[in-house]
């Protein structure tokens, strides 16, 4: 099915490993993956952003030994 789009496309950058698709798509794999720890709010991209946290805490306690792996797609 094509994609139908109304209005404008901004895209600001991509960089690294990122990916713009626009149109159909069976299945986009990562070719790369990582772990971040963010506070609440902290990673939040946009344009007219209002955030607004009175109290936040970032648990970064990890206690596996392994996370889900990309190896089959590269």
């Known amino acids: 099915m094509p994609a139908l789009i109304l209005g404008g496309i901004m895209v600001t950058s991509i960089s690294g490993n990122g990916t713009v698709n ?3 798509v ?4 990562p070719k790369s ?3 971040a720890f963010h506070g ?3 990673d939040n991209v946009g ?3 209002q955030t607004n946290v009175l109290f936040s805490v970032t648990n ?3 206690p596996s030994l392994k996370d889900t792996s990309n190896i089959g797609n590269n």
């Open 22 to 24: 626009l149109g159909d």
């Open 26 to 29: 069976l299945q986009i794999a």
């Open 33 to 35: 993956t990582a772990k």
């Open 40 to 42: 609440g709010g902290g």
């Open 47 to 49: 344009n007219f952003i």
């Open 60 to 62: 970064t306690l990890d």
